[in-house]
């Protein structure tokens, strides 16, 4: 399968500060998926990147998939204590996700 | 609500117990998926079906876990002889998935938590 891989897997950061999160791949994938999950909660579509250098944006919230199609980044702008949870990168192949252990944002109010 | 519906919630069972779980996914989904999430772990794929047919199993699914999904609409996945280890929340999603449209976002249910003692 593809795995991919998220570090650190937490990370603390002040309300109104920017948070960048990254997903790293050896191999090429053709596409990957963001979800999030709040504490207790299910995993949530956020976006899907499928063309190399592709950026996306949703709010304050901007994905982008790398030009070798290796990585893929998560950046939120101004965080809110409503960010919390944790964010999955999963790469699909023939319809089945692959999640990564996935990065616990926590925000100081 | 028109999304993935589980049941039950949750579940606690003696160990050598079987049990078996259902999932309503969104009528108009034709894939649906099941996967399991330790804690600290994203969700884990065990096996999907397209219509009634189950196209993938994972390597790492014992022979203990069988899915069906008789009808393509909802589907049930048993756990036989329940072992410790099977502890988990059991997630199960739907997703629309056409050939010339390719694969789109899946829809993630609630889960069903089971415990094992």
């Known amino acids: 399968g593809q795995q991919v891989m998220q570090i650190p897997q937490y990370q603390h950061v002040q309300e109104g500060e920017d948070f960048t999160t990254y997903c790293n791949s050896s191999?090429?994938?053709?596409?990957i998926q963001w979800y999030k999950q709040r504490p207790g909660g299910h995993p949530v579509f956020l976006i899907q990147?499928?063309?190399?250098?592709e950026v996306k944006k949703q709010k304050r919230l901007t994905f982008q998939f790398g030009e070798a199609k290796k990585n893929s980044s998560l950046h939120i702008t101004a965080t809110q204590t409503t960010d919390v949870g944790t964010y999955f990168c999963?790469?699909?192949?023939?319809?089945?996700?692959?999640f990564g252990k996935g990065i616990t944002l926590s925000v100081r109010p | 609500d028109t999304g993935v519906s589980q049941d039950p919630r949750h579940k606690i069972t003696k160990r050598g117990q079987n049990v078996t779980f259902r999932c309503d996914p969104i009528?108009?989904?034709?894939?649906l998926y099941w996967y399991r999430q330790t804690l600290g772990q994203g969700p884990e794929f065990l096996t999907y079906?397209?219509?009634?047919?189950?196209?993938?199993k994972s390597r790492l699914l014992s022979d203990r876990f069988s899915a069906e999904r008789p009808k393509g609409s909802f589907s049930t996945l048993e756990i036989q002889r329940t072992e410790q280890g099977d502890s988990a929340m059991y997630l199960c999603?739907?997703?629309?998935?056409?050939?010339?449209?390719?694969?789109?976002?899946?829809?993630f249910g609630p889960g069903t938590r089971l415990t094992v003692t």
């Open positions: 009528s108009e989904h034709n894939r």
């Open positions: 079906f397209q219509n009634e047919a189950q196209l993938e």
């Open positions: 191999t090429t994938l053709s596409n």
């Open positions: 999963a790469p699909g192949a023939n319809s089945k996700l692959t």
């Open positions: 990147l499928v063309k190399s250098g």
């Open positions: 999603a739907s997703s629309y998935y056409h050939v010339a449209a390719g694969v789109y976002e899946q829809y």
